[in-house]
C-alpha cells in the first residue's frame, strides 16, 4: 500500500502561483510514475502533469506555466504552478501508480485525498 499526502492548496488572485506537494509513504518500490490530476465541478477528472524516471508529461493547458518535479530522497512530488487562472479552479488530485506501457496496474493504482486550488478572478 502507498498512502499518498497532498497539501498547498488555496485561495489564490489570477496571476498568482501556488506550490502543491504530494508526499508518498508506504510501499513506494511499488510504483514508477506520479502525477497531478484535477477535478472541477461537474467536470471529469483530468490529467495536469506525469512524472516517471525519465520522463514528463503536461496537459496542454498546463504546458508554460506549470512544472512538476520529484524528490527522491523525500518521495514526494511537487506541482509548481504559476500564471494561475480561474479556469483552473479545481481540486487536484496526486496519484501514484505503477505502470507497465501504457497499461496501469490496478493493484499500484494509488489516489490522494485532494487539495483544492481556487483561482479568482
Known amino acids: 500500500q502507498v498512502q499518498l499526502v497532498e497539501s498547498g492548496g488555496g485561495l489564490v488572485q489570477a496571476g498568482g502561483s501556488l506550490r502543491l506537494s504530494c508526499a508518498a509513504s508506504?510501499?513506494?518500490?511499488?510504483?514508477?510514475?506520479m502525477a497531478w490530476y484535477r477535478q472541477a465541478p461537474g467536470k471529469q477528472r483530468e490529467l495536469v502533469a506525469s512524472i516517471s524516471s525519465d520522463s514528463t508529461n503536461y496537459a496542454d493547458s498546463a504546458k508554460g506555466r506549470f512544472t512538476i518535479s520529484r524528490d527522491n530522497a523525500k518521495n514526494t512530488v511537487y506541482l509548481q504552478m504559476t500564471d494561475l487562472k480561474p479556469e483552473d479552479t479545481a481540486v487536484y488530485y496526486c496519484n501514484a501508480v505503477r505502470m507497465y506501457g501504457g497499461y496501469r496496474d490496478p493493484k499500484n493504482d494509488y489516489w490522494g485525498q485532494g487539495t483544492q486550488v481556487t483561482v479568482s478572478s
Open positions: 508506504g510501499s513506494t518500490f511499488s510504483i514508477n510514475n
